[in-house]
């Protein structure tokens, strides 16, 4: 009943590792730097053990040769990870989750639902802070209710950063703009209107919002997960989602989109962002928030948020509790978001505390 941390020296695995040993499971750290895992490994203690995998194929080998119970992949960019990953996971019989937070990623693994159900085990997509912080109170203030006509979700997390460079894996993923998704071209915002993925303004929708404590911050339309995850849970036709992350560049962003269009560009800044180095930071702001908006036909209007602690602390709690309830027999066959196989709760036993009107589901 082995549970493995694909990228486990990274910066969420190791997060992971450590919620995972506070739910009594000792995790296997596997990746490609034997030395970096042994010292995760010491560090997690309990004996937890490695795999040296290099690449993608190899730790799908090793998936498929020893059959581990669970697995969670932090290894992006997950485009070119998941699917194979999950694959190799249904094929030997383990449940599988990840850290996508991409349009294309996701959309990818929840196209595995019917493989997933033939082979009796559960995948899980976007198990980070973003997708689950604003799905879980969508999936509340919907409890019981009809479709609603429009959903508006926005992230607002509070990372502390380590100091170190950006790296080519987190640089890939920030500038791959969303190949080979429908309704509008790979560097354009996206909503969904009519029910369908539609052309947005990248950075578009500016909104000052009122955080509980009082403070204020600005977000903008940002095409991530959660949009899918949030049209999904609500089943509403018209979503929007939004970040505060990029609010500050929200007016270099159409033209930097626009540059990124082309290949040699979009090569050229990977490498020069991979290589930025950045100072540690406290995180900036005491919480970390999700919110939804919800309207439905008849004109009723609800909103809640969920409160959290540091961001990047948070995107170690959600896969660590999936794995803890998929070891314990709670998940279901099939391919899901957090929130949608486990319900509000998930979110709770991550830490997370909601602010609901009266009468809102849990
Ligand atoms: N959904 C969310 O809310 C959320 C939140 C945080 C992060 N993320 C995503 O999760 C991913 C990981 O983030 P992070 O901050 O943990 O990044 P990180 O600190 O750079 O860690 C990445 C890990 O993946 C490994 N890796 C990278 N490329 C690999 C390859 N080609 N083959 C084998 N191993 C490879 C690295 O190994 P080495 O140590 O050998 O380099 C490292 O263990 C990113 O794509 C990020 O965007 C999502």
């Not at 969670?72 to 694959?87: D, E, H, L, Q, S």
């Not at 879980?136 to 409890?143: G, H, P, T, Y």
Request: hydrophobic share 45%.
């Amino acid at each position: 009943m082995e549970t493995w941390i694909l990228g486990g020296t990274g910066r969420s695995g190791r997060a992971i590792a450590a919620e995972l040993v506070a739910r009594g499971v000792t995790p296997v750290l596997a990746g490609r730097d034997a030395a970096g895992l042994a010292r995760v490994a010491e560090a997690v203690g309990g004996g937890a053990r490695t795999v040296l995998a290099g690449t993608v194929e190899a730790m799908a080998g090793e998936i498929r040769r020893q059959r581990p119970a669970v697995v969670i992949n932090t290894v992006g960019p997950f485009g070119a990870t998941a699917v194979p990953i999950a694959r190799a996971c249904l094929s030997a019989g383990a449940h599988y989750a990840d850290l996508a937070n991409d349009v294309a990623s996701l959309s990818a693994v929840l196209a595995l639902d019917d493989a997933a159900t033939a082979a009796g085990r559960t995948v899980v997509t976007g198990a980070g802070f973003g997708v689950t912080a604003t799905e879980s109170v969508v999936v509340a203030l919907c409890a019981g209710r009809p479709a609603p006509a429009e959903v508006r979700v926005h992230m607002i997390p509070s990372l502390a950063m380590e100091a170190g460079t950006v790296g080519e894996a987190l640089a890939a993923t920030m500038l791959d703009g969303l190949p080979g998704v429908e309704g509008g071209r790979r560097f354009q915002g996206r909503r969904f209107r009519g029910g369908r993925l539609a052309p947005a303004r990248l950075g578009g929708d500016a909104t000052r919002l009122t955080l509980p404590d009082g403070t204020g911050v600005r977000t903008v339309g940002v095409p991530l997960g959660e949009l899918v995850a949030a049209q999904r849970a609500s089943g509403a036709p018209d979503v929007t989602a939004s970040s505060s992350e990029l609010a500050p560049l929200r007016h270099v962003l159409p033209a930097a989109s626009a540059l990124l269009e082309v290949a040699a560009l979009r090569r050229f800044a990977v490498r020069r962002l991979a290589r930025v180095r950045f100072a540690a930071r406290p995180r900036p702001r005491a919480h970390s928030w999700g919110y939804a908006r919800v309207r439905w036909a008849d004109g009723t209007v609800r909103d809640g948020w969920l409160r959290v602690g540091e961001a990047q602390g948070y995107t170690g709690a959600v896969p660590a509790e999936v794995a803890r309830r998929l070891l314990a027999g709670e998940g279901r066959p099939g391919a899901y978001t957090p929130a949608a196989l486990f319900g509000p709760s998930l979110a709770e036993s991550c830490g997370g505390e909601y602010l609901l009107p009266a009468g809102a589901g849990r």
